[in-house]
Structures are given as structure tokens and as C-alpha cells.
């Protein structure tokens, strides 16, 4: 069974940064892709960033020169920094990876950790 395990998120004021942690546990054999995404109070959930297995990322305009997917490829395990946070930033963010496991290969979902940035 794959887990995805979210940590980090939190408080934080305008400005300030956090480093999200996603660690993917369990019989993986292949990691194509992780990534992060957000869902705000109200609204539809959004991609935020996806790193691949060949380092390609992808970033939504909005974070841009303020937020960094990297990975530990031996720890299964994908960060997300975020500097210059905004209170627009504020959402609970989730972690997902497209992988390979006995199950074959499937889209994992992690349980979400909030982050809320005030004014």
C-alpha cells in the first residue's frame, strides 16, 4: 500500500516562507511525477508545481519566482519552498504522486497539510 505523507505546512506571516515535505512510503517501484496542489477556501482545487522524473518542472504563474519543487529521489520524497508567502497563498495543500506499485501504475493522493499566511 502507497502512502503519501504531507509535513510542514503552518502559520506564517506575509512574507515569510515554509518548506512542505511529501514522502511517498510503500512498494513503489517507478516515481514518473510529484507535485503539489491547493485548494483555498471557496475554490477549486489548483496545480501549484509538479517536478518529473526526468526534472522537468511546472509552476502556476501565481508562485513563480516564489515557491521551488525539489526531490530526494532516495527518500522518495518531494519539497515545495515557499518564499514571499501571500495571504492568497493561504490553502490546504495536498501532495500527489503518479507512480508504479504492486497495484500498478496509479495517480496517489497525500491527506493535506494547511498553510495559512496572515496580513
Known amino acids: 500500500q502507497v502512502q503519501l505523507v504531507e509535513s510542514g505546512g503552518g502559520l506564517v506571516q506575509a512574507g515569510g516562507s515554509l518548506r512542505l515535505s511529501c514522502a511517498a512510503s510503500?512498494?513503489?517501484?517507478?516515481?514518473?511525477?510529484m507535485g503539489w496542489y491547493r485548494r483555498a477556501p471557496g475554490k477549486q482545487r489548483e496545480l501549484v508545481a509538479t517536478?518529473?522524473?526526468?526534472?522537468?518542472?511546472t509552476y502556476t504563474d501565481s508562485v513563480k519566482g516564489r515557491f521551488t519543487i525539489s526531490r530526494d529521489s532516495a527518500k522518495n520524497t518531494v519539497y515545495l519552498q515557499m518564499n514571499s508567502l501571500k495571504p492568497e497563498d493561504t490553502a490546504v495543500y495536498y501532495c500527489?504522486?503518479?507512480?508504479?506499485?504492486?497495484?500498478?501504475?496509479?495517480?496517489?493522493w497525500g491527506q493535506g497539510t494547511q498553510v495559512t499566511v496572515s496580513s
Open positions: 500527489d504522486a503518479d507512480l508504479v506499485g504492486v497495484a500498478g501504475r496509479l495517480e496517489y
Open positions: 510503500g512498494s513503489i517501484f517507478t516515481i514518473y511525477r
Open positions: 517536478l518529473t522524473s526526468g526534472g522537468s518542472t
